[in-house]
């Protein structure tokens, strides 16, 4: 029961609930700042200090990561910088509700040396009138597509966040 609660924490943040059927943040801003090697991740249920799954991080040539599960499941993940050391995680190759389409999902990383604390951003909690100001197209509660947003690091310093509800760390 753990591992699955952890498996789907992690799911959350990588299916995010903003997303886009394009990449929002251009290669020119990809930065590193996660090392490469092994994570284990801890979510917000089971033993805070233990583990329940791990994850394989990758650097790739183009300056992103490969996040591969412990089944061999492979997400590329760019890192964009933000307020406040914060960064954004554009994750490629992620499913769109009631499509056969895959797309890009986000979510908030705050990275401290080994570790790194993932907060899921929720499109239902945030102003939703800011929202369409802004260009997101609310599909729902829990999915809102920025396609159509002009600044993407803006859009994303200016969020509300929930506190981290995963982190990752490495071995």
Do not use: W
């Amino acid at each position: 029961m753990i591992r699955m609660t952890a498996a789907f924490a992690f799911a959350l943040l990588l299916t995010g609930c903003f997303i886009s059927d394009r990449p929002m943040f251009s290669a020119a801003s990809t930065v590193q700042p996660l090392q490469a090697g092994r994570y284990g991740l801890v979510g917000e249920y089971g033993d805070p200090n233990k583990p329940s799954e791990y994850m394989e991080v990758k650097l790739r040539p183009d300056g992103g990561y490969d996040f591969i599960n412990e089944k061999g499941a492979v997400n590329p993940v760019t890192f964009h910088p933000i307020r406040g050391g914060l960064h954004v995680a554009q994750v490629g190759l992620v499913p769109q509700r009631g499509t056969d389409k895959k797309g890009y999902g986000y979510a908030i990383f705050q990275i401290d040396g080994r570790q790194a604390r993932v907060h899921v951003v929720e499109c239902g909690k945030q102003d939703s009138r800011k929202l369409i100001a802004a260009g997101v197209v609310i599909r729902g509660e829990y999915e809102c597509a920025i396609d159509a947003i002009a600044d993407p690091a803006a859009f994303f310093s200016g969020l509300q966040y929930n506190e981290p509800a995963t982190r990752m760390m490495r071995e």
